[in-house]
């Protein structure tokens, strides 16, 4: 091999390595909406699916609002979104509460037919944790360190995201637990967050609440898809009572959503456009509302499993970048362990200074205490002595 | 030292009372006793502390620590003897009142002594609260003590004792000005002579106050042990820990106050305390002892931990002010309101927390209008006072008004009585 | 005040608290639950013909409650008042909560006498018996989230207050009762069952709880709206048959004055006004008195809500199943309670079983008389003070102050006019110490042994001590002795507005009752210029204010009620009402 082949064997390598570099993004940009198998512009690129739902009411007489989640919950498992990838917050007192004539079991339909809480239920964030601020951490990614990876939202810019919201609302807010609110400007907020950070590639927002129109009515952020069962100034009912467990078992726009459902199954092409047209007043006694104005797929091209099911599209990543982004994780260890050496003094430290900072835990102990207590009457009388001078002092002066 | 006989008389009657089963009913009660006056919590930081346990690092005792030194030392805790301190501090608040008068009135007040002594013995508002053992017994008794010693002209215990005063009860010290004022004139209402002449003599006065009130400041952090007391006892008014409800206005704001707005809130409401003072100040400075009257009355209403013996002073030391009271324009409307408010606040504090069938606005409301009735009284008295120096200005048929009225007024004043919360006021015609 | 039975002040009942969900639940109460009481209420009936000791019987039930399994036990208890002394023993059973801590209970009571005249006797047997069995059925169950106490009370009110006043803990004078041995949670609400009939038609809502106190709204809608539609009993407020469900018999069953032309008796509205009118009267007949009208009422002084479930008795056509079923539905619904009742469900009038008015409608009617008479008591003080001479200028009035009684003027030119109150506060003082030295005496037992020789001594006694209250005024100022009448009856009228408005909170009944018995005497009263007049109006005046001595059963029972049941009706009355219309006796007396 002489130079002159080196060199035309260098120069082609560059050329196709830069020919490469410039396909990438070229690619990615026309094939941005071009699956292969479907038709131009309208399928979806995400790569994974992720849902969170919230059921944000607690108490046994909002028992409806355990079953629409877990019915949720039950669906989106069914047509294939992993417990890895579910995050479920559920105030979970209905299975266990000492009312429920059926322990151990919650059930969305009067005869009892299909135990929802079963023996494969993952609460991700159970009782008080179901709050506002740690539903907006997940959402946005801001969580501590600590948190385990079962209860974060571990999206990228090719997640498509399902987001289910019952409890009780109203004009622009959601109720959590009696106790606090969330109100739709927070939700529009954590969104455009979860947009500029690349959290999502598509949101399919439901909410199922009184007046849950109003809950996505202030979202202003790309790709999110929006329904909810009822207008403002609408209250959403719920659809029956089982006589046995003496409550509601869940609400009606849940429930005729849920039914739909069970008529799709992972290879289903019916799209969303197909399940907003299920939707009746006569059925569920409210008007539900959708929002596509931020969507920009048309709705009947945009299948029920993009957010529903789980997809299993995988993607190729250059072997440079997979071997780049490793490193940094790497070197973290080592630069956690550097920053622990300095420290290792502290804790002789802080112990003397907490035995000084403290002497009256130090009185605490038994075998001090007599001491303290004398010299606590000391203490006090001298206050007295003291208090009774400068009384007689001033007597004294003024006589 | 001679006494009206009403003194003892009455003295004897309410250690009477003290026997009965009253004062355990009441120890309790909201209205009678603040978590900064409670005789109970009083007991707990004395026990905290006789066992070697700082009382100020837990959430629930805010007494000074001159109680604290006292209370385990020389003075008992134990029920029975507490009430026999207790209602002795009620006679010396009394002689201290009759002090005020004598020294106010003089010779020709004699004859009414008796009803002066019984209008602060037989208020109801301080005897309850003497009975619950409230702690703003004593601290009423100090005020009454400051007052009489700077009006017999005795600077030095006044000063020492309003700085005592001070260091148990914070607020307390809105009424240096007028008592320096006081020492600086008479107790008597001097349009002629204006204080303001001779200024610079206020500051010695102002030096030794300063002198006592850091040598009792040394004085509890040496009882106490640390310096955690200040903000234990005096940050307590001003930062409002303990919401537990009071006749007051500041507990109901702050428990439905979103937490971000509190600090702004407690900086008015305290500042809304002080800006009284220098107004009152001014326009009273013929007559300071009036001028820390109606500082009182202020007290009684915006005070942050107020019970009802804040507004019970204020009535009953309404009484050495007998010039003023023909100049009084709604006495009996005032005497309606307090009489209807005083029954209001227990029946509205069962009503919530006792039978379960109203909540906390009914008790708010309750001390709503009691706010009103003292404020009622305090706008009264701010215009009597007035009316009174403008009437001594056009020089009109002022002759003798001391003496002559207060001869004529004799046979109609009530003493206190049952259920009578104005004695002053409500006897005597526009 | 008239105005309050009207329709359209009323508003439909409505159930407030989401947690309750009232009717929601299948009952499974069956026909062998109804045998099992049939063969409890032999074993009771048994009892009673063998006319069984108290304890026999506190025995005979402790020991069926512990056949089922449950953890029971008796309680003794005996009374010392003034009015007699009084023993029995409680049944009581604790169910405890199988799958929580136990920290809350519900009640379900019978007492052995049913309140059937206030308890003259009639035997509460079947509602016993419902008790019973209800123990043997609840118990099946796994999903109570509170305790169930099951209590049996001995005689009408006396069993359940010993048994209650044990529970909590408060002490009293005159009682002495055996403690608990088996404790509970902290009581909400509890069902107390009457049935003394042999079947019934109608289930009847009694309420009304001691010193006034009712019930949470939101527990007697639902125990209504069950009753109608789990049950299929209609519901009664008290035993009140609503005249318009027997066509033909309309006229015949309601109160409606039988001098009115049959036209108007026909009148729809004016048939809904009689029936809401007879609901309201026995409201405020139980409400004003501060008597409960049933047992349920004591546990009111525990800030327990409760209501007495009254079978009111008729040939047919339901019978036990009807109320066990009932029953297990509103327990369910009680179980499912969070929290106590709360919002401001606790003051309503209640003018047929399902329609009611708020507060805000009928306060005004009694709060409205009682600024009335603050205004009528502000002009009295004014005219007390102003007197029109026209000889003095007017100028003048601002300033010239007080002339004192015992003092001439300074200038004579001053008009004289001045209010003398410390005479008349001694004289108010002196009415109300009349009113508790009476009620000291009307509670010691060798009076009210004596009573029907007594009062009339009493009456007269009170009668004459007012004149010497008068004419113990100092004489001097008698001649221009109109401020003291004035003064008085300007005190009189406040007072009495500042009592009305203030109970009307606490219990309105008593309020209105006041309002229409002190209302109109106290402004009319003005002294009179003949002397047999004034003796005229003070005998009036002082037969309205102490007259109720002479209705010897009803005093007698309203001291035992204080004394007992800790009821402040009496005392109320010795010390507050009859003090205000002695006064205006003795503003009768002056000359005018």
């Known amino acids: 091999m002489n130079i002159r082949h080196f060199l035309v064997l260098l120069v082609l390598w560059l050329t196709s390595s830069t020919i490469a570099i410039q396909d990438d993004p070229v690619e990615g940009f026309f094939n941005r909406y071009a699956e292969p198998g479907l038709p131009g512009n309208s399928a979806s690129v995400h790569t994974n699916n992720w849902a969170v739902l919230v059921c944000a009411s607690r108490y046994w007489f909002n028992y409806r609002h355990m079953a629409?989640?877990?019915?949720?919950?039950?669906?989106?498992?069914?047509?294939?979104?992993?417990?890895?990838?579910?995050?479920?917050?559920?105030?979970?007192?209905?299975?266990?509460?000492?009312?429920?004539?059926?322990?151990?079991?919650?059930?969305?339909?009067?005869?009892?037919?299909?135990?929802?809480?079963?023996?494969?239920?993952?609460?991700?964030?159970?009782?008080?944790?179901?709050?506002?601020?740690?539903?907006?951490?997940?959402?946005?990614?801001?969580?501590?360190?600590?948190?385990?990876?079962?209860?974060?939202?571990?999206?990228?810019?090719?997640?498509?995201?399902?987001?289910?919201?019952?409890?009780?609302?109203?004009?622009?807010?959601?109720?959590?637990?009696?106790?606090?609110?969330?109100?739709?400007?927070?939700?529009?907020?954590?969104?455009?967050?979860?947009?500029?950070?690349?959290?999502?590639?598509?949101?399919?927002?439901?909410?199922?609440?009184?007046?849950?129109?109003?809950?996505?009515?202030?979202?202003?952020?790309?790709?999110?898809?929006?329904?909810?069962?009822?207008?403002?100034?609408?209250?959403?009912?719920?659809?029956?009572?089982?006589?046995?467990?003496?409550?509601?078992?869940?609400?009606?726009?849940?429930?005729?959503?849920?039914?739909?459902?069970?008529?799709?199954?992972?290879?289903?092409?019916?799209?969303?456009?197909?399940?907003?047209?299920?939707?009746?007043?006569?059925?569920?006694?409210?008007?539900?509302?959708?929002?596509?104005?931020?969507?920009?797929?048309?709705?009947?091209?945009?299948?029920?499993?993009?957010?529903?099911?789980?997809?299993?599209?995988?993607?190729?990543?250059?072997?440079?970048?997979?071997?780049?982004?490793?490193?940094p994780s790497s070197e973290s260890p080592e630069d956690i362990f550097q920053e622990e050496t300095p420290s290792n003094p502290s804790p002789i430290l802080s112990t003397n200074t907490t035995s000084a900072m403290h002497p009256l835990l130090h009185d605490l102990s038994t075998s001090k205490l007599s001491r303290g207590t004398f010299w606590r009457e000391a203490q006090s009388w001298l206050s007295v002595v003291l208090l009774a001078l400068l009384a007689g002092l001033v007597g004294f002066r003024s006589r | 030292m001679r006494v009206p006989l009403t003194l003892p008389a009455l003295v004897v009657v309410r250690l009477l009372l003290a026997l009965s089963p009253l004062p355990a009913l009441l120890k309790w009660?909201?209205?009678?006793?603040?978590?900064?006056?409670?005789?109970?919590?009083?007991?707990?930081?004395?026990?905290?502390?006789?066992?070697?346990?700082?009382?100020?690092?837990?959430?629930?005792?805010?007494?000074?620590?001159?109680?604290?030194?006292?209370?385990?030392?020389?003075?008992?805790?134990?029920?029975?003897?507490?009430?026999?301190?207790?209602?002795?501090?009620?006679?010396?608040?009394?002689?201290?009142?009759?002090?005020?008068?004598?020294?106010?009135?003089?010779?020709?007040?004699?004859?009414?002594e008796g009803l002066v002594v019984a209008a602060y013995l037989l208020n109801p508002y301080l005897f309850l609260s003497n009975l619950a053992l409230s702690t703003?017994?004593?601290?009423?008794?100090?005020?009454?003590?400051?007052?009489?010693?700077?009006?017999?002209?005795?600077?030095?215990?006044?000063?020492?004792?309003?700085?005592?005063?001070?260091?148990?009860?914070?607020?307390?010290?809105?009424?240096?000005?007028?008592?320096?004022?006081l020492l600086l004139s008479s107790p008597l209402s001097k349009l002629k002579n204006p204080v303001w002449k001779d200024i610079r003599r206020a500051l010695p006065l102002l030096a030794e106050f300063i002198v006592y009130e850091v040598a009792l400041c040394l004085v509890c952090t040496l009882g106490s042990g640390g310096w955690q007391w200040v903000g234990r006892c005096w940050g307590v008014g001003l930062t409002l820990p303990d919401l537990t409800p009071n006749p007051g206005l500041w507990w109901y704001f702050f428990t439905e106050m979103f937490d971000h707005f509190r600090p702004f809130f407690l900086m008015v409401f305290s500042v809304h305390l002080v800006i009284y003072v220098i107004p009152i100040c001014l326009k009273f400075q013929h007559d300071p002892l009036y001028a820390s009257f109606l500082l009182l009355g202020i007290l009684g209403i915006f005070k942050p931990y107020p019970t009802l013996a804040d507004p019970?002073?204020?009535?009953?030391?309404?009484?050495?002010?007998?010039?003023?009271?023909?100049?009084?324009?709604?006495?009996?409307?005032?005497?309606?309101?307090?009489?209807?408010?005083?029954?209001?606040?227990?029946?509205?504090?069962?009503?919530?927390?006792?039978?379960?069938?109203?909540?906390?606005?009914?008790?708010?409301?309750?001390?709503?209008?009691?706010?009103?009735?003292?404020?009622?009284?305090?706008?009264?008295?701010?215009?009597?006072?007035?009316?009174?120096?403008?009437?001594?200005v056009n020089g009109k048929v002022r002759e003798g008004m001391g003496v002559g009225r207060e001869g004529r007024e004799m046979g109609e004043v009530g003493g206190g009585r049952e259920g009578e919360m104005e004695v002053d006021w409500e006897v005597i015609q526009e | 005040m008239l105005l309050v039975p009207l329709p359209f002040l009323s508003q439909g009942t409505y159930i407030d608290e989401n947690a309750l969900q009232p009717g929601a639940v299948n009952t499974y109460w069956s026909w062998g639950d109804v045998h099992r009481a049939d063969r409890y209420l032999e074993g009771l009936e048994a009892l009673r013909d063998n006319n069984a000791s108290s304890n026999e019987r506190a025995d005979f039930i402790s020991k069926e409650f512990k056949r089922l399994g449950l953890d029971a036990s008796t309680q003794r208890y005996h009374y010392a008042a003034a009015t007699g002394a009084i023993d029995g023993v409680n049944a009581y059973a604790v169910l405890s909560s199988p799958r929580s801590s136990g920290s809350e209970a519900m009640v379900i009571s019978a007492s052995w006498l049913s309140r059937t005249g206030e308890g003259d006797g009639t035997l509460n047997l079947r509602g016993v018996s419902t008790v019973l069995s209800l123990a043997a059925f609840l118990k099946k169950y796994s999903l109570w989230a509170k305790d169930i106490v099951f209590v049996i009370?001995?005689?009408?009110?006396?069993?359940?207050?010993?048994?209650?006043?044990?529970?909590?803990?408060?002490?009293?004078?005159?009682?002495?009762?055996?403690?608990?041995?088996?404790?509970?949670?902290?009581?909400?609400?509890a069902l107390n069952i009457d049935y003394?009939?042999?079947?019934?038609?109608?289930?009847?809502?009694?309420?009304?709880?001691?010193?006034?106190?009712?019930?949470?709204?939101?527990?007697?809608?639902?125990?209504?709206?069950?009753?109608?539609?789990?049950?299929?009993?209609?519901?009664?407020?008290?035993?009140?048959?609503?005249?318009?469900?027997?066509?033909?018999?309309?006229?015949?069953?309601?109160?409606?004055?039988?001098?009115?032309?049959?036209?108007?008796?026909?009148?729809?509205?004016?048939?809904?006004?009689?029936?809401?009118?007879?609901?309201?009267?026995?409201?405020?007949?139980?409400?004003?008195?501060?008597?409960?009208?049933?047992?349920?009422?004591?546990?009111?002084?525990?800030?327990?809500?409760?209501?007495?479930?009254?079978?009111?008795?008729?040939?047919?056509?339901?019978?036990?199943?009807?109320?066990?079923?009932?029953?297990?539905?509103?327990?369910?619904?009680?179980?499912?309670?969070?929290?106590?009742?709360?919002?401001?469900?606790?003051?309503?009038?209640?003018?047929?079983?399902?329609?009611?008015?708020?507060?805000?409608?009928?306060?005004?009617?009694?709060?409205?008389?009682?600024?009335?008479?603050?205004?009528?008591?502000?002009?009295?003080?004014?005219?007390?003070?102003?007197?029109?001479?026209?000889?003095?200028?007017?100028?003048?009035?601002?300033?010239?102050?007080?002339?004192?009684?015992?003092?001439?003027?300074?200038?004579?030119?001053?008009?004289?006019?001045?209010?003398?109150?410390?005479?008349?506060?001694?004289?108010?003082?002196?009415?109300?110490?009349?009113?508790?030295?009476?009620?000291?005496?009307?509670?010691?037992?060798?009076?009210?042994?004596?009573?029907?020789?007594?009062?009339?001594?009493?009456?007269?006694?009170?009668?004459?001590?007012?004149?010497?209250?008068?004419?113990?005024?100092?004489?001097?100022?008698?001649?221009?002795?109109?401020?003291?009448?004035?003064?008085?009856?300007?005190?009189?009228?406040?007072?009495?507005?500042?009592?009305?408005?203030?109970?009307?909170?606490?219990?309105?009944?008593?309020?209105?009752?006041?309002?229409?018995l002190l209302g109109v005497p106290l402004s009319m009263v003005a002294p009179s210029p003949r002397v047999f007049g004034r003796i005229g109006n003070y005998i009036g005046y002082i037969t309205l204010g102490f007259g109720w001595l002479f209705f010897i059963p009803q005093v007698q029972k309203a001291v035992w009620a204080w004394e007992v049941l800790g009821i402040w009706f009496a005392p109320f009355v010795c010390l507050v009402y009859a003090p205000l219309v002695m006064q205006a006796a003795i503003v009768c007396l002056f000359t005018s």
């Open chain 1, 68 to 327: 629409n989640a877990l019915g949720m919950y039950r669906t989106v498992k069914r047509l294939g979104i992993p417990d890895s990838n579910i995050i479920l917050m559920l105030a979970d007192d209905a299975a266990c509460n000492s009312r429920n004539k059926f322990p151990g079991s919650v059930y969305a339909n009067s005869g009892r037919n299909l135990d929802l809480y079963g023996e494969n239920i993952e609460v991700d964030y159970r009782g008080y944790e179901v709050t506002v601020e740690n539903f907006i951490r997940v959402l946005t990614g801001r969580v501590p360190p600590s948190l385990p990876r079962s209860k974060r939202l571990l999206t990228d810019d090719r997640s498509n995201i399902f987001v289910y919201m019952t409890g009780h609302g109203g004009n622009e807010f959601l109720k959590f637990q009696d106790n606090e609110e969330i109100s739709a400007f927070d939700i529009a907020d954590a969104f455009e967050q979860m947009w500029q950070k690349k959290r999502y590639n598509e949101i399919l927002f439901m909410a199922d609440t009184c007046q849950a129109n109003t809950m996505f009515s202030k979202f202003y952020s790309p790709n999110i898809l929006a329904t909810g069962s009822s207008e403002l100034g609408e209250n959403s009912y719920s659809h029956e009572n089982d006589a046995d467990i003496g409550v509601a078992v869940i609400d009606s726009f849940t429930h005729y959503v849920l039914q739909f459902m069970e008529g799709i199954n992972k290879t289903s092409q019916l799209s969303m456009r197909d399940l907003f047209n299920s939707y009746s007043f006569d059925k569920i006694h409210s008007h539900p509302g959708v929002r596509s104005d931020l969507f920009n797929r048309p709705l009947d091209k945009t299948l029920i499993t993009d957010f529903f099911g789980g997809v299993a599209h995988a993607e190729v990543i250059p072997e440079s970048i997979s071997r780049a982004s490793p490193s």
């Open chain 2, 29 to 112: 009660d909201h209205q009678l006793s603040s978590p900064l006056t409670s005789f109970v919590k009083l007991q707990e930081g004395v026990h905290l502390y006789k066992n070697g346990i700082d009382p100020y690092q837990g959430g629930s005792f805010y007494h000074s620590p001159i109680y604290l030194s006292l209370f385990s030392t020389i003075l008992p805790t134990s029920p029975l003897p507490s009430l026999v301190l207790w209602t002795a501090v009620d006679a010396l608040a009394a002689y201290a009142l009759l002090c005020i008068w004598r020294a106010r009135v003089g010779e020709k007040g004699r004859s009414r």
């Open chain 2, 312 to 392: 019970g002073l204020f009535l009953s030391f309404g009484v050495v002010f007998c010039e003023v009271w023909a100049y009084l324009r709604h006495p009996f409307p005032t005497f309606l309101l307090h009489l209807h408010s005083s029954l209001l606040l227990p029946l509205f504090h069962h009503l919530w927390l006792g039978d379960g069938t109203g909540n906390a606005n009914f008790f708010y409301a309750s001390t709503l209008v009691f706010g009103l009735a003292g404020a009622g009284g305090l706008i009264d008295a701010v215009w009597a006072g007035l009316r009174c120096g403008v009437g001594d």
């Open chain 3, 196 to 516: 003394p009939g042999h079947s019934f038609s109608h289930l009847g809502i009694f309420f009304e709880g001691v010193n006034g106190r009712l019930p949470n709204q939101d527990l007697l809608n639902s125990f209504q709206h069950i009753s109608r539609y789990t049950g299929g009993v209609p519901v009664l407020v008290y035993d009140h048959l609503d005249p318009r469900d027997y066509p033909g018999r309309e006229v015949e069953m309601s109160n409606i004055p039988s001098w009115l032309p049959d036209f108007v008796k026909n009148m729809e509205d004016v048939q809904e006004y009689s029936y809401a009118a007879k609901n309201v009267l026995r409201h405020v007949g139980y409400q004003a008195r501060g008597m409960p009208s049933g047992v349920h009422g004591l546990f009111h002084q525990f800030r327990i809500d409760a209501i007495t479930i009254f079978a009111v008795p008729a040939p047919g056509p339901h019978g036990f199943h009807a109320i066990g079923r009932v029953v297990e539905s509103t327990l369910r619904t009680m179980n499912n309670l969070l929290e106590r009742l709360h919002a401001s469900f606790f003051f309503y009038l209640l003018k047929g079983p399902t329609t009611f008015m708020k507060i805000g409608t009928y306060l005004p009617s009694a709060v409205l008389i009682s600024v009335a008479l603050l205004f009528g008591g502000l002009g009295e003080w004014v005219n007390a003070g102003w007197v029109a001479r026209p000889a003095f200028p007017s100028d003048e009035k601002s300033k010239d102050i007080l002339a004192g009684p015992t003092q001439l003027p300074l200038k004579s030119r001053w008009t004289r006019r001045s209010r003398p109150v410390l005479p008349v506060l001694s004289i108010i003082c002196f009415t109300h110490a009349t009113g508790l030295l009476l009620f000291f005496l009307l509670t010691k037992s060798w009076v009210l042994d004596h009573l029907p020789v007594m009062s009339p001594i009493l009456f007269l006694l009170v009668s004459l001590l007012a004149p010497a209250a008068f004419f113990s005024l100092p004489s001097q100022t008698l001649p221009p002795s109109q401020p003291f009448s004035t003064i008085l009856k300007s005190f009189t009228l406040c007072l009495a507005s500042t009592v009305i408005s203030i109970i009307s909170v606490l219990n309105f009944s008593l309020a209105a009752t006041l309002a229409v």
């Open chain 3, 153 to 189: 009370g001995d005689g009408y009110l006396d069993g359940m207050h010993a048994w209650l006043s044990a529970y909590h803990g408060a002490p009293s004078s005159v009682l002495e009762a055996d403690s608990l041995e088996l404790p509970s949670g902290v009581i909400w609400t």
């Open chain 2, 136 to 181: 703003a017994s004593i601290e009423n008794m100090l005020m009454l003590w400051v007052l009489a010693f700077a009006s017999s002209h005795n600077p030095s215990p006044s000063l020492l004792t309003l700085s005592l005063l001070t260091t148990l009860s914070l607020p307390s010290i809105l009424l240096l000005p007028p008592l320096i004022m």
